[in-house]
């Protein structure tokens, strides 16, 4: 049987892992900062900044007062082994316990010290103190912020934990401890990195994660990366007025057709080739007019006379893009799972094939 201290030990790590990275059951029951303060954090809509310089100091203050909870925690939970008894305890507890107190200790120091001057000590404080709009006092650059960020055409998505927030002047990020924030007209924006991730919120969705790097030419701003899944690339690009490079060449998929395209491409890349007679040229694809076509419909999937399949006597007339098209237009949009096993008729003679018959023109 399990012991006092590791019962609790185990619930207390849970619990504050959640606490720390708030899943979404912990937000709906109002186990967060957000919750537990909102009568002194104010609302996010009327005050932005101000509402994320508190948010963001009584994140810090409530986290770090967790190494002391467990502490006190454990007093309760295992009291025959005396933890409140300081002078007794071994080197560990008193090591942890000293570090416990003097962690909130610290963190309420460097609080007490950015709420001074009406909070422009506070890193957003200071940051916003830089952009000249025209140069102020940073509460009137907050308070053009506040007053775009009120606007429903502002772009924004993300988690809670690291939301990104796009305004007619203004690039920001808002993660669990900070905020950071650039003038659209000061930065320079690249895509640095891609990551794709079969597992997503809807069944058979693959994701594809873009990371832009955010880079302000004003030496007081730090640079900054910003996540967001490629379907909302266009979005982004549309409320930014600065370009995006691409320097790493990245294949952006901006739709969940792209993506389907290009699993389709590597499919079909692995498939046999389909050998042109000598006496037979490629025509222009009549799907688009612009490549040759290189795509042969040819019945490999299963035997001549079995499954849904059937034989296609047309001659090579479509690109591989065209095709992939085709078959993603036939499918179903409500079970995206099933669309890599199933099987759409030809668009010229209609005969039925599935993804193993697509073949390459060699």
């Known amino acids: 049987m399990e012991s006092p201290e590791v019962t609790f030990t185990l619930a207390y790590v849970v619990f504050s892992v959640c606490f720390v990275f708030t899943p979404n059951e912990f937000h709906a029951a109002g186990i967060n900062v957000q919750s537990i303060l909102s009568p002194w954090l104010g609302s996010e809509d009327l005050a932005f900044v101000q509402y994320h310089i508190r948010r963001t100091t009584a994140t810090r203050l409530l986290h770090s007062l967790l190494p002391l909870g467990y502490f006190v925690g454990m007093c309760f939970a295992a009291s025959e082994r005396q933890f409140y008894n300081i002078?007794?305890?071994s080197e560990f507890w008193k090591i942890f316990f000293l570090l416990a107190v003097l962690l909130p200790l610290v963190t309420s120091m460097i609080a007490l010290y950015w709420?001074?001057?009406?909070w422009g000590n506070h890193p957003l404080a200071r940051t916003l103190a830089h952009h000249p709009v025209p140069r102020s006092e940073w509460q009137t650059v907050a308070s053009s912020v506040n007053t775009e960020f009120r606007r429903i055409d502002k772009f924004a998505t993300g988690s809670p934990s690291s939301r990104v927030i796009v305004t007619d002047t203004w690039v920001m990020k808002v993660t669990t401890y900070s905020?950071?924030?650039a003038q659209q007209q000061d930065i320079h924006l690249t895509v640095?990195?891609?990551?794709?991730?079969e597992i997503s919120a809807e069944p058979g969705t693959p994701v594809q994660l873009l990371t832009i790097r955010v880079a302000s030419i004003n030496p007081s701003v730090k640079p900054f990366d910003i996540r967001l899944?490629?379907?909302?690339?266009g979005e982004l690009r549309e409320k930014l007025h600065a370009p995006i490079r691409n320097a790493a060449n990245i294949v952006i998929h901006q739709t969940l057709s792209d993506m389907f395209l290009e699993t389709f491409r590597s499919l079909v890349e692995e498939n046999e080739r389909y050998?042109?007679?000598?006496n037979q040229e490629l025509e222009p694809c009549i799907g688009c007019m612009q490549i040759n076509a290189n795509i042969k419909l040819v019945k490999l999937c299963r035997e001549p006379n079995e499954g849904e399949c059937q034989q296609c006597y047309c001659r090579?007339?479509?690109c591989l893009t065209c095709m992939g098209k085709w078959f993603a237009s036939r499918q179903d949009q409500q079970h995206r799972e099933t669309w890599l096993a199933s099987h759409v008729p030809c668009p010229t003679c209609r005969a039925n094939f599935c993804i193993l018959d697509v073949c390459l023109v060699r």
């Open 192 to 197: 640095t990195n891609s990551r794709h991730h």
């Open 87 to 89: 002078y007794n305890a």
């Open 229 to 233: 899944n490629s379907t909302e690339y």
């Open 275 to 278: 050998h042109l007679p000598t």
């Open 316 to 318: 090579p007339m479509w």
């Open 115 to 118: 709420s001074r001057n009406q």
């Open 179 to 181: 905020v950071f924030i």
